[in-house]
Nanobody, 121 residues
Framework: QVQLAESGGGLVQAGGSLRLSCAASVSIFRIDAMGWYRQAPGKQRESVARITSGGSINYLDSVKGRFTISRDNAKNTVYLQMNSLRSEDKGVYYC???????????????WGQGTQVTVSP
């Protein structure tokens, strides 16, 4: 059983900042990669940032230099620091985690419920 709980979303003015957190309860699984996706109304869900267990990081081009993803493996938590927010950043942000069983014969992907980010003029 895997559960992901996001927090930190809210309403912010353009140019402001938010910090998203996602705490994972993974039971018997081991967490591999974790990341953040977002989906705006009428648009396809897109990957915003992703970090592997080894520390390799990928960002969506439009957020490079503004967003920072990090993780605390001891707490099974991933963070997304979002600075210089723009209207285009609005949407529902979903935490994502790829997990494997200790024997590694099975892997799966889990999603959080999502947290709303609204950017006002």
């Amino acid at each position: 059983q895997v559960q992901l709980a996001e927090s930190g979303g809210g309403l912010v003015q353009a140019g402001g900042s938010l910090r998203l957190s996602c705490a994972a309860s993974v039971s018997i699984f081991r967490i591999d990669a974790m990341g953040w996706y977002r989906q705006a109304p009428g648009k396809q869900r897109e990957s915003v940032a992703r970090i592997t267990s080894g520390g390799s990081i990928n960002y969506l081009d439009s957020v490079k230099g503004r967003f920072t993803i990090s993780r605390d493996n001891a707490k099974n938590t991933v963070y997304l620091q979002m600075n210089s927010l723009r209207s285009e950043d609005k949407g529902v942000y979903y935490c994502n985690a790829d997990v494997v069983l200790p024997c590694r014969w099975y892997s799966d992907t889990y999603w959080g419920q999502g947290t709303q980010v609204t950017v006002s003029p």
